[in-house]
């Protein structure tokens, strides 16, 4: 110890230095591990999240992703993938699908692995299917499709096949759903989670029971609710309780059917899911209705209408208002009975309306795969050609003229084939750009038209205005009046429009009750006089409610030299807001900051 002490005193410098660097790999090996630990947190953080998003309600995950995204900077490029694929489908499910396909939109753009991009793709089909958007719908399924076959076995995803499934048999293409259902409860089998086989079962359940095949419904219906019971994700467990409900009542089964019903209302009820909650009101209505409890079928259908309406399910739209119908008129209320059967009709219409475009957007995707296989049908009869004058060196003239003319022939179909392609394209583009109720331009339509009038105004160097206008007080007229009475009110508003702004000026309905209007070449005070005029049309429209005239609130903002229509749109949706919290009833200028 003396020894010690005395090499210690003689030496004060080498003492200092180890200690300074004995310091600096302490704290090295500090901000290493907090390092190491941050992204083992945020790995944690979003692991729950995604367990959140199965089992609980989606606000409550959502949550979860507000503090995660505080600390997305730290994130690796797949954590930050898997973060807005939560994300957008928490968006999803609390209905705002929208936001949800531009989020997905944006990350396309964004590295993934292979298996978050089929996810995503996935994703991207089931929303858009859900905003009834038929050729997106097959564009990003055929997508995830395609990626599905470039996964390692070990990654294979079933949730590609289980959607196809349920698409084609949306389309009546019952051989081909089969197969893609039988396909995706294999993969959930052997590669996925309880979760997955619950859902790949559940779907390939609801294939079977639209094709009648009801003994193969039911079982794999039992096989797919215990899976999903032990899986833990309620909002699944209830949808597929309620399905084979559903189908026990169809099968006159109604004891057991009744005992689904009330486990799968209330797993529905705590995840707070509007359509799924709706639909299993509608198939718990069948059953009383089959019991003659008209007061039971009522109040369901009642409580099942407005989520039904707001997914645009008009097939079961249509028949629930079909029985309320036949309860009213059982009643002798001859008034609301025939109320009812309008409703019916229009309702009907509508889900004809939407099959049409769902074997639209399928024969559209086929057209395009046909020609891509007529071009490689040309490519491989030109190589066999090319083989065959090899091959026949005597014959080489001949079969040289031969060749020409079978693929000038070739060629000829195919640039007919093509031609005609490109009509139908052209024609099936038109139609997804116009509203289907009121015949304005679309949301994608509108701006992308929009951004085009903003660059040719920049380019000019001529003036342009952006108006956001916004029916005030809509919910009560379909509340007290009826949805028949909102569609003709919209109708009203888009003739009116149409009348006060002739071409050039371009309007599009961009909401439910929202509409937009875009004018090259006119300046916010030469645009005022005609948004007064309209709003004084609107009060004298005859929409069926004329105790209660229309009155729309507008925001109006002038395009800026280099501002891009994103920020031209934000100002005048500023300026509605603020016109819709000044009284209503009004046109409020945006400021040109």
């Keep these: 110890m003396r020894l010690n002490?005395?090499?210690?005193?003689?030496?004060?410098?080498?003492?200092?230095?180890?200690?300074?660097?004995?310091?600096?790999?302490?704290?090295?090996?500090?901000?290493?591990?907090?390092?190491?630990?941050?992204?083992?947190?945020?790995?944690?953080?979003?692991?729950?999240?995604?367990?959140?998003?199965?089992?609980?309600?989606?606000?409550?995950?959502?949550?979860?992703?507000?503090?995660?995204?505080?600390?997305?900077?730290?994130?690796?490029?797949?954590?930050?993938?898997?973060?807005?694929?939560?994300?957008?489908?928490?968006?999803?499910?609390s209905g705002r699908m929208e936001a949800a396909l531009e989020t997905l939109e944006s990350l396309f753009n964004e590295p993934m692995t292979r298996k978050q991009e089929v996810r995503a793709y996935s994703l991207a089909a089931n929303v858009a299917m859900l905003l009834r958007r038929w050729e997106e719908t097959f564009d990003y399924l055929n997508r995830a499709l395609e990626l599905s076959a470039e996964l390692d076995p070990s990654e294979f995803s079933d949730q590609p096949f289980?959607?196809?499934?349920?698409?084609?048999?949306?389309?009546?293409?019952?051989?081909?759903?089969?197969?893609?259902?039988?396909?995706?409860?294999?993969?959930?089998?052997?590669?996925?989670?309880?979760?997955?086989?619950?859902?790949?079962?559940?779907?390939?359940?609801?294939?079977?029971?639209?094709?009648?095949?009801?003994?193969?419904?039911?079982?794999?219906?039992?096989?797919?609710?215990?899976?999903?019971?032990?899986?833990?994700?309620?909002?699944?467990?209830?949808?597929?309780?309620?399905?084979?409900?559903?189908?026990?009542?169809?099968?006159?089964?109604?004891?057991?059917?009744?005992?689904?019903?009330?486990?799968?209302?209330?797993?529905?009820?705590?995840?707070?899911?509007?359509?799924?909650?709706?639909?299993?009101?509608?198939?718990?209505?069948?059953?009383?209705?089959?019991?003659?409890?008209?007061?039971m079928t009522e109040n369901l259908l009642e409580q099942a209408l407005p989520p039904l309406v707001q997914d645009q399910a008009w097939d079961y739209v249509a028949e629930a208002h079909q029985v309320l119908g036949e309860i009213a008129m059982a009643r002798g209320n001859h008034e609301r009975a025939l109320e009812h059967m309008s409703q019916q009709l229009e309702s009907r219409e509508r889900y004809l309306d939407l099959d049409r475009a769902r074997q639209l957007a399928h024969l559209q995707v086929a057209f395009d795969m046909s020609s891509r296989e007529q071009e490689l049908a040309l490519l491989r009869e030109q190589r066999r050609a090319d083989e065959l004058e090899n091959e026949?060196?005597?014959?080489?003239?001949?079969?040289?003229?031969?060749?020409?003319?079978?693929?000038?022939?070739?060629?000829?179909?195919?640039?007919?084939?093509?031609?005609?392609?490109?009509?139908?394209?052209?024609?099936?583009?038109?139609l997804a750009g116009l509203d289907s109720l009121t015949g304005l331009s679309n949301h994608t339509r509108l701006f992308d038209t929009a951004r085009m009038m903003v660059d040719k105004a920049h380019q000019d160097h001529r003036p342009m205005v952006f108006a956001v206008g916004d029916i005030d007080y809509f919910k009560r007229v379909n509340d007290e009046l009826g949805h028949i009475a909102g569609d003709r009110a919209l109708i009203e508003v888009a003739r009116v429009l149409e009348e006060a702004f002739p071409e050039p000026g371009l309007i599009g309905r961009i909401g439910g009750e929202e509409f937009a209007i875009c004018l090259p070449g006119k300046t916010a005070g030469q645009t005022m006089p005609k948004l007064d005029e309209v709003r004084a049309a609107l009060a004298r429209i005859d929409y069926g409610g004329n105790q209660s005239p229309l009155s729309m609130s507008f925001g109006l903002a002038e395009l800026q030299p280099n501002e891009p229509l994103e920020k031209l749109r934000q100002r005048a949706d500023d300026a509605l807001y603020r016109a819709k919290h000044g009284g209503r009833n009004v046109v409020v200028v945006a400021d040109p900051r």
């Design 5 to 93: 002490r005395r090499l210690q005193a003689s030496r004060p410098g080498a003492l200092l230095a180890r200690r300074f660097l004995a310091g600096i790999a302490l704290a090295l090996g500090v901000l290493v591990n907090a390092q190491a630990t941050g992204e083992d947190s945020l790995g944690r953080q979003l692991e729950r999240a995604h367990e959140l998003s199965i089992t609980a309600p989606w606000n409550e995950s959502e949550a979860l992703l507000e503090e995660i995204q505080t600390r997305l900077s730290e994130a690796t490029p797949e954590q930050r993938a898997r973060f807005w694929l939560i994300r957008a489908r928490n968006q999803s499910l």
């Design 162 to 295: 289980s959607l196809a499934a349920y698409v084609y048999a949306k389309i009546g293409e019952t051989d081909q759903a089969i197969d893609y259902g039988k396909r995706a409860v294999a993969i959930a089998r052997e590669h996925g989670t309880a979760r997955d086989l619950c859902v790949s079962r559940g779907r390939l359940a609801f294939v079977y029971k639209t094709a009648r095949m009801f003994e193969l419904a039911r079982t794999v219906y039992r096989e797919a609710v215990e899976t999903c019971r032990e899986s833990d994700d309620e909002l699944i467990t209830g949808i597929v309780e309620s399905g084979l409900a559903d189908l026990l009542r169809a099968t006159g089964e109604l004891e057991q059917a009744e005992d689904l019903f009330r486990q799968a209302l209330a797993r529905l009820k705590e995840t707070d899911y509007h359509f799924g909650l709706g639909e299993a009101r509608f198939y718990k209505a069948r059953l009383h209705w089959e019991r003659g409890e008209q007061e």
């Design 392 to 430: 026949s060196r005597h014959n080489r003239d001949r079969l040289r003229w031969l060749v020409y003319a079978v693929t000038a022939f070739l060629v000829l179909i195919l640039a007919l084939l093509l031609a005609h392609v490109l009509r139908e394209r052209r024609h099936f583009r038109r």
